[in-house]
């Protein structure tokens, strides 16, 4: 049985051909490339990449299958999958359903055997832009491009309203490391497209959580008397989603203290007084090296956004704690004098070191001090 050919478009017209490894069909978004070696799995389902396709830069993919467990949403959010090379067999004990299965059941394009190598140079010269995959052995490849040139791109779209939670919920499980004590504290969660392995490592602070969605009133969250309040991560721009920054801005008046990551780091610093901007390519992987500014102390991060915090739009109050070691950009903020601090990348990692995990210290002991 001959393999299904695919097309992957850019919007500049450049044309790769494959062989499709995914659902039937065709897809567009925006085109990202992520340098992890691993955890293909947790990427697919990362709601962060809402409305892009993503490309796997290590050449390899597919020789752990799939499982229920390594899983950071309930579904495929990515709106495609770009790879090298798909793996012919899997070798692990927790498989249970190939790549390329997994990919059709849950109606996802994805195009294998292209050169990654430059399609990643081409998004590095040229930018993060607009491409479609097409499958089918009768292809057009201009109906691709213009299929490519018909997504706009993520600049003013607010996906956090559409890949959060509908109604609120507890989360009591934790990761497979156990606790790390018990704990009083109650943490209000704002889902704007949360990661399960965030949730999980909360639940190891001993924390006990309540996950609202996107658009909850401050006195929804104060109804819950929690001790904090934590900022999801999340796809899309984050000027668009003023509700969640009127949200914050009430929360700031108030002095709850906050710990945001990713979407929820922009998301804290424009309701602090900050601006955001769309990056070139962004950063997509789990190789990231980031330094704390303050000890000097270089971290390697996962890393997972296409928008950064202006440095100079910031108000005096507000520090820069984290910068990235790639292209300078913020990677932390913290308030002067009040329990407010966030952070870019991805300290539950999921997949990716877990060098930055202490910032989850940093907000139990926000909480302590304003306890």
């Known amino acids: 049985m001959s393999k299904e050919k695919a097309i992957l478009a850019l919007e500049d017209g450049t044309i790769f051909e ?20 691993t955890g293909y799995q947790e990427i697919l389902t990362d709601p962060s990449y809402a409305k892009q396709i ?6 390899h993919i597919g020789n752990t299958g799939t499982n229920s467990e390594d899983t950071e949403s309930d579904k495929i959010w990515c709106s495609g999958l770009v790879i090298r090379s798909l793996s012919q067999a899997e070798s692990s004990w927790r498989n249970t359903e190939t790549l390329s299965n997994y990919l059709i059941r849950n109606n996802i394009q994805g195009i294998s055997d ?18 479609s995959i097409f499958t089918g052995n009768s292809v057009d490849s201009n109906n691709a491009v213009d299929l490519a040139k018909d997504f706009a791109g993520l600049a003013g779209l607010d996906l956090a309203k559409e890949v959060t939670t ?19 504290f109650r943490v209000a969660v704002l889902d704007f497209g949360i990661k399960k392995n965030i949730l999980r490592i909360l639940v190891d602070q001993g924390y006990e959580l ?16 929690p001790n904090g309040v934590f900022l999801s991560n999340g796809p899309g721009d984050p000027e668009p989603c003023i509700y969640a920054i009127d949200t914050i801005k009430e929360l700031i008046q108030i002095s709850m203290p906050i710990f945001g990551i990713c979407l929820g780091h922009q ?8 601006k955001t901007s769309k990056m070139k390519f962004g950063h997509h992987g789990a190789n ?12 390697v991060s996962s890393q997972n956004h296409g928008f950064t915090v202006e440095e100079n739009s910031l108000p005096k109050n507000v520090e820069i704690t984290h910068k990235s070691l790639f292209d300078g950009t913020i990677q932390g903020i913290q308030h002067s004098s009040k329990p407010f601090f966030s952070f870019q990348g991805h300290p539950e ?11 989850f210290s940093t907000f139990d002991k926000n909480m302590t001090k304003n306890a």
């Open 18 to 37: 494959g062989i499709s490894i995914g659902a039937s069909g065709q897809v567009n978004g925006e085109i990202v490339f992520n340098t992890s070696m």
């Open 54 to 59: 993503v490309t796997l830069t290590y050449p």
């Open 114 to 131: 292209i050169d990654t190598r430059k399609l990643t140079r081409i998004i590095r010269e040229k930018g993060a832009q607009s491409a």
């Open 166 to 184: 509908e109604s609120s919920y507890d989360w009591k499980e934790g990761t497979w490391r156990g606790s790390n004590g018990e704990s009083d």
């Open 210 to 225: 309540k996950i609202f969605p996107a658009k909850t009133s401050c006195q929804e969250i104060l109804d819950f008397k």
């Open 267 to 274: 998301l804290l610093a424009i309701a602090l007084g900050g």
């Open 288 to 299: 990231h090296p980031v330094q704390d500014l303050k000890t000097s102390k270089v971290s």
């Open 349 to 359: 990692a999921s997949p990716g070191p877990h060098d930055l995990a202490y910032l």
